[in-house]
C-alpha cells in the first residue's frame, strides 16, 4: 500500500488507489461500493482497489450485487446522510443501468432543496477503445453527464492526473462522474504522492505552442502531444490543453489559448456528432469569431457502435496523424 509521504513512479491504477487510500485515511466519512471491490473478490475488475478492504474492513469497501441501480442508489442516500461514498460502476455503459439515479435524483437533489441538501457522491467508471471490449464495454458517454445541470465530469489523462483530480472530487460537495481510460491503467510516471487536490474546472497547458490549439482530455491528450511532436518536426507549434474536467470546462483558458493561436482542433474519444467537442467548437466561434484563422476542427469517433474486429476498432477512431491533417487545414 501506498505512503502518501513519498514520490514514486507508478501506473494510473495505483495512483487511483493511493488517491483512494489517502482519502479514506484522512476522512472517515469517505467508503467505496461496487462490484467485487473487496479482496475476498479479488480487489475489483481493474484491482484499483485492492487492498483497501483489507485495511479499512468490509464496513468502508463494500461489495456489492450486480446491480448499477442499487449501487448509485445506495451510494446516494450514503452521500445524503453525511458520508462521502465512491461508488464504482465496472464499466460506463453499464451506467445506464442506473441513469434514473443519476440524473433525476443526484443532479437535482441540491436545487431541489433549495441548496440544503449536497450529495458529496464520486461515481468512478471505466472505458475505452483500444482493448477489443466491443460495443457494449468502450463507449465514452461523457457527453451525456455534461449535458446535465449539478454533474461534474473528470476525465484524467494519466496517473499524476488522476491523483490529484481523484482527491479533489472525493471532496467535492455535488456528485462527480469520474471516467478512467482503461487502456491508460499500465500507464507509468513519477505521482508526487505528497500533492493537493487538482482543483475542478481549471485546464493545464500540456505542451505550450503559438501555432494552433489543440483542446483535448483523457486519453485524446497523448494523441494531441504525439501529433504535436510530429507538427514540431514540420515547424509548427501546436500548444495542448488538458481541459481535466468536461463539465466545467475551463473556457477562460480554452479562450486565451486560442486568441493567441488564432486556430483550434479539438478531439476526444467520445462520437463526434452532439459530443462535447461541438459546444466548445460554438463558444469559441462565439467569442473569437474575429480573431480565428478558420473554422475550429473537431476530431473524433465514428458514428457507429465501437467495433469489435481490430481493424475496424482502428479506423473508428483518430490516429495522431488524422490530429495532424486537421491542423493543416487550419492554415
Not at 61 to 69: A, G, K, Y
Not at 147 to 172: N, R
Request: charged share 20%; net charge negative.
Amino acid at each position: 500500500m501506498s505512503d502518501h509521504g513519498q514520490v514514486r513512479n507508478m501506473s494510473m491504477v495505483g495512483a487511483l488507489r493511493a488517491a483512494l487510500e489517502r482519502s479514506m485515511r484522512e476522512d472517515p466519512a469517505v467508503l467505496l461500493i461496487g462490484e467485487d471491490i473487496a479482496d475476498p473478490e479479488g480487489g475489483g475488475t481493474f484491482k484499483v482497489t485492492e487492498g483497501l478492504s483489507s485495511t479499512f474492513g468490509t464496513e468502508r469497501v463494500r461489495t456489492t450485487p450486480i446491480s448499477e441501480q442499487a449501487i448509485v442508489g445506495a451510494a446516494i442516500g450514503a452521500a445524503i446522510g453525511g458520508l462521502r461514498p465512491v461508488a464504482e460502476i465496472m464499466l460506463m455503459n453499464f451506467v445506464t443501468v442506473a441513469m434514473d439515479q443519476i440524473f433525476n435524483h443526484a443532479a437535482k437533489l441540491r436545487y431541489m432543496s433549495g441548496g440544503k441538501t449536497g450529495v458529496p457522491l464520486t461515481i468512478r467508471t471505466a472505458t475505452g477503445v483500444g482493448a477489443g471490449t466491443a460495443a457494449q464495454h468502450s463507449d465514452m458517454l461523457e457527453g451525456w453527464f455534461a449535458h446535465t445541470p449539478g454533474l461534474k465530469v473528470v476525465m484524467p489523462s494519466g496517473p499524476a492526473e488522476a491523483y490529484g483530480l481523484l482527491l479533489a472530487t472525493i471532496q467535492d460537495d455535488d456528485p462527480c462522474i469520474f471516467v478512467e481510460k482503461k487502456e491508460l491503467y499500465g500507464r507509468r510516471e513519477v505521482v508526487d504522492l505528497r500533492g493537493d487536490p487538482i482543483p475542478l474546472g481549471i485546464a493545464r497547458v500540456a505542451r505550450p505552442g503559438v501555432d494552433v490549439t489543440l483542446i483535448a482530455y483523457g486519453g485524446a491528450v497523448l494523441e494531441c502531444l504525439t501529433a504535436a511532436d510530429v507538427l514540431a518536426s514540420q515547424g509548427v507549434e501546436a500548444e495542448v490543453l488538458d481541459l481535466r474536467t468536461v463539465s466545467p470546462w475551463d473556457q477562460r483558458a480554452v479562450m486565451e489559448s486560442v486568441a493567441k493561436t488564432s486556430a483550434a482542433v479539438v478531439v476526444h474519444e467520445s462520437v463526434r456528432e452532439f459530443g462535447p467537442g461541438a459546444e466548445i467548437a460554438a463558444s469559441i466561434h462565439e467569442e473569437l469569431f474575429e480573431t480565428i484563422r478558420s473554422p475550429v476542427r473537431r476530431v473524433a469517433a465514428s458514428a457507429c457502435p465501437v467495433p469489435f474486429a481490430p481493424t475496424l476498432e482502428s479506423a473508428y477512431l483518430y490516429t495522431p496523424e488524422t490530429i495532424v491533417q486537421a491542423v493543416r487545414s487550419t492554415f
